[in-house]
Protein backbone atom coordinates (compact mmCIF):
# COMPACT_ATOMS: atom_id res chain seq x y z
CA UNK A 1 0.00 0.00 0.00
CA UNK A 2 1.33 3.35 -1.13
CA UNK A 3 1.16 6.95 0.48
CA UNK A 4 -2.09 7.61 -1.47
CA UNK A 5 -3.73 4.86 -0.64
CA UNK A 6 -3.57 5.23 2.80
CA UNK A 7 -4.37 9.19 2.94
CA UNK A 8 -7.57 7.84 0.76
CA UNK A 9 -8.59 5.86 3.87
CA UNK A 10 -7.88 7.67 6.16
CA UNK A 11 -11.02 9.03 6.66
CA UNK A 12 -12.30 5.23 7.16
CA UNK A 13 -10.20 4.74 9.97
CA UNK A 14 -10.95 5.24 13.76
CA UNK A 15 -7.74 6.08 15.36
CA UNK A 16 -8.76 4.04 18.47
CA UNK A 17 -9.23 0.90 16.89
CA UNK A 18 -6.08 1.57 14.83
CA UNK A 19 -4.40 1.80 17.79
CA UNK A 20 -5.83 -1.43 19.16
CA UNK A 21 -4.72 -3.30 16.28
CA UNK A 22 -1.50 -2.46 16.85
CA UNK A 23 -0.78 -3.76 20.16
CA UNK A 24 -1.74 -7.53 18.45
CA UNK A 25 1.44 -7.48 16.91
CA UNK A 26 3.14 -9.20 20.36
CA UNK A 27 0.75 -12.13 20.11
CA UNK A 28 1.44 -13.00 16.35
CA UNK A 29 2.23 -16.43 16.44
CA UNK A 30 5.77 -17.06 14.64
CA UNK A 31 6.53 -20.31 13.30
CA UNK A 32 9.82 -21.66 13.97
CA UNK A 33 13.22 -20.30 15.78
CA UNK A 34 13.85 -16.54 15.86
CA UNK A 35 16.78 -15.81 17.92
CA UNK A 36 17.22 -12.98 20.00
CA UNK A 37 19.51 -10.12 20.09
CA UNK A 38 21.26 -11.56 23.05
CA UNK A 39 21.30 -15.34 21.84
CA UNK A 40 23.02 -13.91 18.07
CA UNK A 41 25.39 -11.77 20.37
CA UNK A 42 26.07 -15.13 22.13
CA UNK A 43 25.94 -16.85 19.29
CA UNK A 44 28.86 -14.84 17.63
CA UNK A 45 30.96 -14.26 20.63
CA UNK A 46 31.02 -18.00 20.61
CA UNK A 47 32.90 -18.00 16.81
CA UNK A 48 36.31 -17.40 17.08
CA UNK A 49 36.76 -18.08 13.55
CA UNK A 50 36.76 -15.03 11.43
CA UNK A 51 35.26 -16.78 8.23
CA UNK A 52 32.97 -19.14 10.09
CA UNK A 53 31.64 -15.97 11.63
CA UNK A 54 31.75 -13.80 8.92
CA UNK A 55 29.51 -16.67 6.71
CA UNK A 56 27.23 -16.95 9.88
CA UNK A 57 27.03 -12.98 10.06
CA UNK A 58 26.11 -12.45 6.29
CA UNK A 59 23.25 -14.63 6.56
CA UNK A 60 21.66 -13.05 9.58
CA UNK A 61 22.10 -9.82 8.70
CA UNK A 62 20.59 -10.57 5.08
CA UNK A 63 18.97 -13.53 5.01
CA UNK A 64 20.74 -14.81 1.78
CA UNK A 65 21.01 -18.41 0.57
CA UNK A 66 23.48 -20.56 0.90
CA UNK A 67 23.33 -20.78 -2.61
CA UNK A 68 23.22 -17.73 -3.57
CA UNK A 69 25.85 -17.04 -0.92
CA UNK A 70 28.61 -19.01 -2.37
CA UNK A 71 28.73 -16.76 -5.83
CA UNK A 72 28.43 -13.28 -3.89
CA UNK A 73 31.43 -11.14 -5.05
CA UNK A 74 33.39 -8.51 -2.93
CA UNK A 75 32.33 -5.77 -5.81
CA UNK A 76 28.74 -7.29 -4.66
CA UNK A 77 29.18 -5.14 -2.06
CA UNK A 78 29.41 -1.21 -2.60
CA UNK A 79 30.55 1.60 -0.71
CA UNK A 80 27.38 2.30 0.64
CA UNK A 81 27.61 -1.00 2.52
CA UNK A 82 25.16 -2.37 0.46
CA UNK A 83 25.03 -5.87 -1.36
CA UNK A 84 23.17 -6.68 -4.49
CA UNK A 85 22.90 -10.28 -5.59
CA UNK A 86 21.62 -12.37 -8.04
CA UNK A 87 18.93 -15.74 -6.74
CA UNK A 88 19.75 -18.89 -8.67
CA UNK A 89 16.69 -19.93 -8.80
CA UNK A 90 14.78 -17.22 -10.24
CA UNK A 91 17.31 -15.16 -11.82
CA UNK A 92 16.20 -12.28 -9.90
CA UNK A 93 18.40 -9.57 -8.38
CA UNK A 94 18.27 -8.33 -4.57
CA UNK A 95 19.75 -5.62 -2.54
CA UNK A 96 20.39 -5.88 1.23
CA UNK A 97 21.85 -2.82 3.31
CA UNK A 98 24.35 -4.34 5.50
CA UNK A 99 24.60 -3.31 9.28
CA UNK A 100 27.34 -1.89 10.49
CA UNK A 101 27.86 -4.63 12.79
CA UNK A 102 27.90 -7.36 9.92
CA UNK A 103 30.51 -4.42 8.09
CA UNK A 104 32.64 -5.18 11.29
CA UNK A 105 32.71 -8.93 11.27
CA UNK A 106 33.36 -8.83 7.48
CA UNK A 107 36.19 -6.55 8.06
CA UNK A 108 37.62 -8.03 10.85
CA UNK A 109 37.48 -11.35 8.01
CA UNK A 110 39.02 -9.54 5.15
CA UNK A 111 41.63 -7.82 6.72
CA UNK A 112 43.34 -11.63 7.10
CA UNK A 113 42.88 -12.94 4.06
CA UNK A 114 45.76 -12.17 1.42
CA UNK A 115 44.53 -13.85 -1.90
CA UNK A 116 43.33 -11.98 -5.08
CA UNK A 117 39.82 -14.01 -5.52
CA UNK A 118 37.15 -12.06 -5.87
CA UNK A 119 34.80 -14.38 -4.11
CA UNK A 120 33.45 -13.51 -0.55
CA UNK A 121 34.02 -16.48 0.19
CA UNK A 122 36.49 -18.47 -2.16
CA UNK A 123 37.55 -21.85 -2.09
CA UNK A 124 40.68 -23.90 -1.43
CA UNK A 125 42.93 -25.53 -3.35
CA UNK A 126 42.86 -29.27 -3.47
CA UNK A 127 44.52 -31.47 -0.79
CA UNK A 128 44.73 -28.58 1.53
CA UNK A 129 43.88 -28.74 4.93
CA UNK A 130 44.05 -27.19 8.16
CA UNK A 131 41.58 -24.57 9.81
CA UNK A 132 43.00 -21.41 8.81
CA UNK A 133 43.99 -22.80 5.16
CA UNK A 134 42.07 -19.31 4.10
CA UNK A 135 44.69 -16.79 5.70
CA UNK A 136 47.07 -17.83 3.11
CA UNK A 137 47.04 -16.89 -0.38
CA UNK A 138 48.70 -19.82 -1.61
CA UNK A 139 45.66 -22.26 -0.58
CA UNK A 140 42.84 -20.45 -2.37
CA UNK A 141 41.92 -21.43 -5.48
CA UNK A 142 40.94 -17.70 -6.54
CA UNK A 143 38.59 -18.35 -9.37
CA UNK A 144 36.66 -21.29 -7.58
CA UNK A 145 33.61 -19.97 -4.88
CA UNK A 146 33.33 -22.62 -1.83
CA UNK A 147 31.67 -25.24 -1.86
CA UNK A 148 27.83 -25.38 -1.14
CA UNK A 149 27.82 -28.52 0.64
CA UNK A 150 31.32 -27.16 2.62
CA UNK A 151 29.42 -24.05 3.37
CA UNK A 152 26.74 -25.49 4.79
CA UNK A 153 28.96 -28.30 6.59
CA UNK A 154 31.20 -25.23 7.71
CA UNK A 155 28.28 -23.22 9.30
CA UNK A 156 27.23 -26.62 11.29
CA UNK A 157 30.20 -26.94 12.09
CA UNK A 158 30.70 -23.82 13.70
CA UNK A 159 26.89 -23.41 15.76
CA UNK A 160 27.70 -26.89 16.86
CA UNK A 161 31.24 -25.74 18.60
CA UNK A 162 29.05 -22.74 19.96
CA UNK A 163 27.36 -24.82 22.51
CA UNK A 164 23.80 -23.52 21.67
CA UNK A 165 20.64 -24.79 20.58
CA UNK A 166 20.54 -23.70 17.42
CA UNK A 167 19.67 -24.70 13.69
CA UNK A 168 21.26 -23.37 10.27
CA UNK A 169 17.65 -23.08 8.83
CA UNK A 170 17.21 -20.88 12.18
CA UNK A 171 19.62 -17.77 10.81
CA UNK A 172 17.71 -16.87 7.74
CA UNK A 173 14.19 -17.70 9.60
CA UNK A 174 15.64 -14.78 12.22
CA UNK A 175 16.33 -12.28 9.63
CA UNK A 176 12.73 -12.82 7.45
CA UNK A 177 11.01 -12.25 10.53
CA UNK A 178 12.85 -9.40 12.09
CA UNK A 179 13.11 -7.79 8.87
CA UNK A 180 8.81 -7.97 8.52
CA UNK A 181 8.36 -6.83 11.72
CA UNK A 182 10.81 -3.87 10.74
CA UNK A 183 8.49 -3.32 7.82
CA UNK A 184 5.29 -3.34 9.71
CA UNK A 185 6.67 -0.82 12.51
CA UNK A 186 7.55 1.37 9.60
CA UNK A 187 3.88 1.31 8.48
CA UNK A 188 2.06 1.92 11.07
CA UNK A 189 4.41 4.64 11.69
CA UNK A 190 3.36 5.75 8.08
CA UNK A 191 0.11 5.50 8.66
CA UNK A 192 -0.02 7.03 12.10
CA UNK A 193 1.78 10.41 10.24
CA UNK A 194 -1.23 10.06 7.80
CA UNK A 195 -4.06 9.71 10.29
CA UNK A 196 -3.01 12.56 13.22
CA UNK A 197 -0.99 14.99 10.88
CA UNK A 198 2.47 14.64 12.57
CA UNK A 199 5.63 14.00 11.64
CA UNK A 200 7.41 10.99 11.42
CA UNK A 201 9.42 11.40 15.55
CA UNK A 202 6.21 12.28 17.05
CA UNK A 203 4.72 9.25 15.16
CA UNK A 204 7.37 6.98 16.83
CA UNK A 205 6.48 8.51 20.38
CA UNK A 206 3.04 7.35 19.61
CA UNK A 207 3.95 4.44 18.72
CA UNK A 208 6.41 3.18 21.11
CA UNK A 209 3.92 4.90 24.18
CA UNK A 210 0.99 2.11 23.26
CA UNK A 211 2.86 -0.72 21.76
CA UNK A 212 6.57 -0.23 22.87
CA UNK A 213 9.81 -0.21 21.09
CA UNK A 214 11.11 -3.73 19.45
CA UNK A 215 12.87 -5.86 21.66
CA UNK A 216 14.85 -7.47 19.33
CA UNK A 217 15.94 -5.95 15.86
CA UNK A 218 18.14 -8.70 14.39
CA UNK A 219 21.59 -7.74 13.64
Known amino acids: MNRADLISKKGSMKQNDFIGRMGNRSRRDLRGRVLTDDEIHQLLSA ?3 EREKALIAVILGTG ?11 ADIDRFWRLTFRRQKTGEARGVQLSSRVMEILGAYLE ?22 WKHA ?24 SGMDIKRCDLRLT ?12 EMIEKLVCLLHVNVDTAKEILYKYVGKRKNVGL
Open 138 to 161: ENVAEDTPMDSKIMLFTIDRAIQR
Open 64 to 74: IGNFDLIEVRL
Open 112 to 133: QRKDKSPYLFPAKKPGVVGRDW
Open 47 to 49: ITD
Open 175 to 186: FRTRAAEKREED
